[in-house]
């Protein structure tokens, strides 16, 4: 941004203080000469008793001036000199800080994010400055980095189903004779692998937008409505759900609020034990707060392990027994639409196994009674 330059605060500073001196100053001399004018006689006089052949003569009002206007105007200029002197030397003082600061913003602005200004000293309110700065700085690139991941991490699973494609073909075209069923029925796999990744990415994208409508949304029903939805998956995979809870009011996306529970449940599910798991989704109130809480069994996890398992592309223990290969978005995309709603997410691995999962979001305020 072009400006007109101004007169900089290390000036402006150091006019205050020379100009504050003079003031005092010309208000002392004042008070000095008012006192000489009330005590010095007008005229001249001689003290009595005195002997001596020269009588002692004082000075009268006239001479006084003469005598005191040249010095007082030699104060003044020398308190101009040590007011603009020392008023440039305190300022520096006081506004170094201040450079320091500046020269960070600078560097942060040119991208570099790795600079802290770290400024020394005791707490005031330069160094409040500069340490809320350095706290910006380090979550800038935290987001930075991570965002630098995760376009890494998107991109490498896109090209995977793209290539693994490309590979089924190249040999399809060499053999003469592949069976085209098979090649089919795999790129259609393939294709809806690369379909359900992307849809995901979406997903990602509009939770973190934050854009969707607000209305008041019944944890339970969609707790239900997961679960019906992923009832033939369970049986398939031979494990139990058990659905229970009051009714849980939270305000938000109907929309978004179901794709976050039923990632939860669907997790529930395919992260399980096969042929003998467990799932319980269970919705509760608090004073001002709802909560929904899957639980399953499983493998037993530890807790460094859950929580990073909310990372985007982040799976756990991969097992090659299930027939669902995740992309690993699908609790993150949970982690985004909690935050969406303001709410918290927490991973705790069950000591039999398994883990419970508890979304809390802030309590929609119950229909007025008609
Ligand atoms: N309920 C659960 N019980 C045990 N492990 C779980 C559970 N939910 C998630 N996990 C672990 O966390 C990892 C990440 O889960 P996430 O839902 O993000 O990805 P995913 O299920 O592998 O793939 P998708 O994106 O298709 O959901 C999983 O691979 C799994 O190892
Ligand atoms: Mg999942």
Excluded: C
């Amino acid at each position: 941004m072009d400006r007109a330059a101004g007169v900089s605060v290390r000036l402006k500073l150091t006019l205050s203080y020379a100009g504050f001196l003079m003031l005092a100053g010309v208000l002392l001399l004042a008070a000095v000469w008012v006192f000489l004018l009330r005590y010095v006689p007008d005229r001249a006089f001689i003290v009595p008793g005195s002997t001596g052949t020269t009588p002692g003569v004082f000075p009268v009002r006239s001479s006084l001036l003469h005598i005191f206007a040249p010095r007082a105007a030699a104060v003044l200029v020398f308190l101009l000199v040590l007011g603009l002197v020392g008023g440039w030397m305190l300022a520096g003082r006081m506004l170094a800080p201040l450079t320091r600061i500046t020269g960070a913003a600078r560097l942060a602005s040119t991208g570099s994010l790795s600079h802290r200004i770290r400024l020394p000293g005791r707490e005031d309110e330069f160094r409040e400055l500069a340490d809320a700065f350095d706290t910006m700085l380090e979550r800038l690139e935290a987001h930075v980095a991570e965002q630098q991941r995760f376009a890494a991490n998107a991109s490498h699973e896109l090209r995977t189903p793209l290539a693994v494609s490309k590979a089924i073909l190249d040999v399809a075209r060499t053999d003469p004779d592949h069976d085209t069923r098979e090649v089919i029925d795999r790129l259609h796999t393939v294709n809806t692998r690369a379909i359900a990744l992307t849809e995901a990415l979406l997903l990602l994208s509009r939770a973190e937008q934050r854009t969707f409508t607000r209305e008041r949304v019944d944890l339970s029903l969609l707790a239900e409505e997961a679960t019906e939805t992923l009832l033939p998956l369970a049986e398939r995979s031979g494990v139990t759900i058990e659905v229970g809870g009051d009714t849980a009011l939270a305000r938000g996306s109907q929309a978004l609020l179901l794709q976050l529970t039923t990632n939860l449940v669907h997790n529930a599910i395919v992260h399980n034990l096969p042929g003998r798991g467990a799932v319980w989704v269970h919705t509760g109130i608090r004073p001002s707060t709802v909560v929904l809480t899957v639980e399953n069994t499983g493998e037993k996890l530890t807790p460094q392990l859950a929580s990073t398992l909310t990372e985007p592309f982040q799976r756990g223990t991969e097992r090659t027994h299930t027939d669902h290969a995740g992309v690993g978005l699908g609790l993150a995309i949970v982690r985004t639409i909690t935050q969406a709603h303001d709410g918290t997410l927490t991973l705790t691995p069950r000591d039999a196994g398994g883990l419970r999962i508890m979304v809390e979001l802030p309590a929609a305020a119950p229909p007025a009674d008609r």
